[in-house]
């Protein structure tokens, strides 16, 4: 795949592509940077975006890894010293999933945030951005924002600010991100620092069909063994000849084509027989002309999606 097109691959929005476009003319080896929030459980809404630090690496990117430990604790994560402790884990559930280990800069909010320049930064950009819009820019990422804390105000001044001292060129994350980095775009400039290109990603669909949420548990997990898989992937919203808004095709369009280029669907001779596709079109055209039937494309999703998670699963025993 052409460089230009593996960058651009699978996601939802770039802000802009005339910027990447020049960006990757100018410079052979490029930086981009994903926040993540240390988290529990990590689902397949979070390896979205490692699937995207995957193909920028492969583009040619230095990759940046922030394990926000002091935006968890300002969100309510928990204290610093459990949030630091699920950071670690989810550094290791990332190499696991496919980020060159030598090529991928992981560092630690705590790090850097409490410095005197950050925290100088940070009071600066408060002083030009309104509280309504820093509310605004929480609204998909926070939690309970119906009463949020003074401190969730805070959280996408320090966001942009990350961008801004880890000097990167291009900012990766959900498209619930965006209204952070319009903030950032918007704000940066004026403080003497270069607006980022931001590339977002989908928010997937959970398997219920329905927002994905941990208090559902309509989620694969990355520790999830196959048996777990198949038990949630049974229960799977997938209507026969359904091709839009179907989170089993959402696993294949997402996490399994861009890492196999061939997939087998294990089928008796009685039902046609074993089925090989090539490509994500051609998955969705032999699923909506009924040739596929959606038993068989659950099996193929657990069979698949066991091996992704493999490497995982070994290095967390």
Do not use: W
Request: one cysteine or more.
């Amino acid at each position: 795949m052409d460089r230009i097109d593996l960058v651009k691959r699978n996601a939802q929005e770039i802000v802009t592509e005339k910027e990447l476009d020049e960006l990757m003319e100018a410079k052979a080896e490029p930086s981009a940077y994903t926040g993540y929030e240390p988290s529990g459980k990590i689902h397949m809404g979070h390896v979205l975006t490692v699937n995207k630090l995957i193909d920028l690496q492969k583009a040619g990117f230095n990759i940046t890894v922030l394990l926000a430990d002091v935006h968890a604790f300002l969100n309510q994560k928990g204290t610093m010293e459990e949030v630091k402790q699920i950071a670690d884990y989810n550094r290791r559930c990332f190499l696991a999933l496919g980020l060159d280990p030598d090529k991928t800069n992981f560092v630690y909010g705590s790090d850097f945030q409490l410095g005197e320049e950050y925290m100088l930064n940070v009071l600066k950009l408060t002083c030009t951005t309104s509280l309504n819009r820093a509310r605004r820019s929480m609204d998909e990422v926070g939690r309970t924002m119906d009463d949020p804390r003074v401190s969730q105000m805070v959280y996408p001044i320090m966001q942009s600010i990350d961008i801004a001292m880890l000097d990167v060129d291009v900012a990766v994350g959900g498209i619930d991100q965006r209204k952070i980095h319009m903030l950032a775009r918007e704000g940066l400039p004026g403080m003497g620092y270069k607006a980022p290109i931001c590339l977002h990603t989908p928010i997937l669909l959970g398997l219920d069909g329905d927002k994905m949420a941990s208090s559902k548990g309509n989620y694969i997990s990355v520790d999830d063994d196959e048996a777990a898989i198949k038990k949630k992937m049974k229960k799977a919203f997938c209507p026969a000849g359904e091709i839009v808004d179907n989170p089993v095709l959402q696993l294949f369009r997402y996490h399994i084509l861009p890492r196999y280029e061939e997939v087998v669907f294990e089928r008796p001779e009685k039902f046609g027989g074993n089925l090989t596709c090539n490509g994500y079109e051609e998955l969705e055209k032999i699923f909506e002309d009924g040739t596929l039937h959606p038993m068989d494309l659950k099996n193929g999703a657990v069979k698949y999606m066991g091996m992704l998670l493999a490497p995982v699963r070994e290095v967390l025993l």
